[in-house]
């Protein structure tokens, strides 16, 4: 699983090609203005940009979701106390916990991933976030085989158990911890389409790390977005997508990771092992729902570039474009034509 714990810097597009699509888009809008507004909750920036003619009512909009950001955060934080993540981990093997309704929703969800990745998905890696440091304190040091071993017993999603009649969770053994990192963020972006939309605001960008939601049109032309090359220069895109009412999700082995013998360590961890996964350098995830592209683009990374794929095939309504650990692209069906790619990624 991610490692991300409460911070992801992950650019999930090129700024440049989003402000040209802007510019070009902007002569049949003249009474629009272009405005953006960022905030720092959850860990991470949020940046919401729109394309509106009341500037007011999108700043307005913007509060409201900014508000709902940091609630989450109350809710699904590892460091702040009685939140809901916090409370079943010290309950765990003891007794279920009532939570949030938003809790729920995206246990739920998690559990649905966990499922239909055989569970490279997995929300209780949290047993392993003091073993591997990728966090706020990493060290940049491997730890000892024994160590991992002895964590693995503990990572198991199948021992979380949600009561949605009850709204309680529960972790069924002392010691297990679950973590959100790999899917709040995404339950957030998609809390914010819907807060935006509540306000009337149709074309509009919420990018919160590496999820991003396009919504409507910037003037006369479609988003246009940027996949980043994994191991080139920050922002620097190997491919472009044109994109609206949708959601694009990357995880990538170049997010946070340090290199060792010649060997990269990074924070996404596969729950069978404890080690880094291996198969992808990154996965780029579309979709209609950011909860659900941010636990996919994790757990098909962990599953590997070609069984990721084969997954993403049977999906509806989930479409990916994958660089493998061998630097090979991979776009999915319902993505290719649509997919510019300028170059091939970097060796």
Known sequence: ???????????????????????????????????????QTMGAEAVLTTWVADEAVAYDAFDAVFAEFDRLDALLSVWKPESDVLRINAAAGKA??????????????????????????????????????????QDNHVPASADIVARLPLVDHHRVVVDAAAGTAFVASPGMRIHLGGIGKGYAVDRAVATLRAYGIRDFIVQFGGDLYVSGRPGDGPWRLGIND???????????????????????????????????????????TGQPARGSRSVTIVAGSAMLADALSTGVFIMGAYDGIALVERLPDVEAVIVSADNEVLISSGLRGRVQVIRAPTP
């Not at 992950?10 to 905030?39: I, M």
């Not at 990538?252 to 990771?257: A, C, I, S």
């Open 1 to 39: 699983m991610r490692m991300d714990g409460e911070d992801l810097r992950r650019p999930a597009y090129a700024a440049g090609l989003v402000v040209a699509a802007l510019a070009v888009g902007s002569c049949g809008h003249q009474e629009t203005r272009f405005l953006t507004r960022s905030h």
């Open 96 to 137: 279920p916990v009532r939570v949030s309704r938003k809790t729920i929703e995206i246990l739920q969800a998690a559990q649905r991933v966990s499922a239909w990745t055989s569970g490279k998905f997995d929300i209780t890696f949290g047993a392993l976030s003091d073993v591997w440091k990728f966090d706020h304190d």
């Open 230 to 272: 994994p191991r080139g220069p920050p922002d620097d895109s190997f491919a472009t997508l044109e994109l609206s009412d949708a959601t694009l999700s990357t995880s990538g082995d170049y997010e946070r990771f340090f290199i060792q013998d010649g060997t990269r360590y990074h924070h996404i961890l596969d729950p069978d």
